[in-house]
């Protein structure tokens, strides 16, 4: 007998554009994209045409027997809008394994230079990179890490850059110095010549909610990195591919890294797909030594799945919907401030483009959060499918315990229409969750922010008709 910790969760029927239907007739507003994935919405005959015929002509060539337009075209376009010398891409199938390639492709870059020392990661506190085991041991959710202590990949970890709630003793306006002076001193302590990358997202977003670093921060890991030797890696996953505002999420900080991972947005949810693309410099020594990147599996460059993200990214650039997210991000971003910036328990509206994070407090002037016997984020994920809103709940950004977040992710080509009725349906949905709980304690008012600090225990976790369901960003 199998048990199957998701039974209780509505039975997903039908979808068109930002809604979806499940079993019963119910209809949602889809204003998370899923996890941050459906960049093009729900039903979209363009993209499912597309899958069909690629079907029909042949599901799947294997990479090692055969080339595919697809898998070409979708190379093009991916090197074409990353820019730079963003000139090579490996695929997969789903983030996890794309962060997991861009990790072997450090070391192996550094071996092909004979560099073998190289074998080390940094990485941050509150971040999330994959269920894969090499991505689990970079990411900053102990708790999820902890079945699998003693068989992960030794990894230091600095504070989180989040200038809402800041390093002990340091002011929001110094974050962006002091974490990056914390990058150089843990480069400095562990020898330079023993580290082979430095990863992180550009815009946090499982573990944290949206959260951007302040102004400078990338540029000065750019420097950093290019003086030590040390790879820079880009976790985009869950923000790239447009969901900023810009085709890179990098690209608001006018910083090139050197690899960066992408998945979600990139087929918009239609089928699996990853990819980890890489600069010349990193490709040049490995095709030199190895003759190509020794990473993927049997289905990586899949001809269907490339199919379908050839036909999501065509619709994108055709109907320009990377500006679109800029200019319509801002007015969802000014629809959220109007609705809720003065909301008694909203803390901090944050985010860029169509990836913006509200974080709930117990007490705005504190910044006290929720004690976690509230489970404040998961009762507002509970309470808006109950008003027929899908929202993306997040938990532990504090201290890895408290805190409670809901990121808004909607697909790109939301109406400003659609925008307002999320705006509207999540204030209601916040203020019924909250009025749902009848507080008993509240946790101490100053966050843990060591190194050394635990992860969440149900980080993305959602409460769905009573059972707890945990989540996760990456596939």
Known sequence: ???????????????????????????????????????????????NDAIKKQLDDIAFGYRFHFRSDAAEELTEIIT?????????????????????????????YHQARGETS???????????????????????????????????IETSRLSPVNAYRPPAGVAAGDVAEHCAAEL??????????????????????????AVPAPDGYARRIREICDRTGVLMIADEVMCGVGRCGTWRALEHDGVEPDIMSIAKGLSGGY?????AVFSRQVAEPIYAVDGLPITGHTFTAHTTCCAAAVAVQRIIERDDLVARVAANG??????????????????????????????????????????????????????????????????????????????????????????????????GTIDEAIASFAP????????????TSSGSATPDATVLRGRVVGGSAHD
């Not at 008993?440 to 966050?447: D, E, F, G, L, N």
């Open 440 to 451: 008993r304690t509240v946790a101490p008012a100053s966050p843990a922010r060591s190194k």
């Open 1 to 47: 007998m199998i048990i199957d910790p998701l039974s209780t969760l509505p039975r997903i029927a039908s979808g068109r554009g930002i809604h979806v239907w499940d079993s019963d007739g119910k209809r949602y507003i889809d204003a998370s994209g899923g996890p941050a994935a459906f960049s093009i919405g729900h039903g979209n005959r363009e993209v």
């Open 271 to 275: 089928l699996p797909l990853g990819a």
């Open 80 to 108: 074409r809008r990353a820019g730079g010398d963003l000139g090579h891409v490996i695929f997969t199938t789903g983030g996890s394994e794309a962060v997991e390639s861009c990790l072997k492709l450090a070391l192996q």
């Open 330 to 427: 801002e007015l969802l971003r000014a629809r959220l401030e109007e609705s809720l910036g003065q909301h008694p328990h909203v803390g901090d509206i944050r985010g860029r483009g169509f990836f913006q994070g509200v974080e709930i407090v117990e007490d705005r002037e504190t910044a006290e959060p929720f004690s976690p016997d509230a489970r404040m984020f998961q009762r507002i994920m509970r309470t808006g499918f109950d008003n027929g809103l899908i929202v993306y709940p997040t938990g532990g950004n504090v201290d890895g315990i408290r805190g409670d977040q809901i990121i808004i992710a909607p697909p790109y080509n939301a109406t400003t229409d659609e925008l307002d009725t999320i705006v509207d349906l999540l204030r």
């Open 184 to 209: 150089e001193n843990e480069i400095a302590r562990l020898g330079a010549e023993n580290v082979a990358a430095f990863i992180f997202e550009p815009v946090v977003g499982a573990a944290g909610g």
């Open 118 to 152: 190289r074998v080390r990661f940094i990485s941050r506190e509150r971040s999330w990179h994959g269920n894969t085991l090499g991505a689990l041991s970079v990411s900053g959710f102990h708790q999820r890490q902890r079945p699998y202590r003693g068989s992960l």
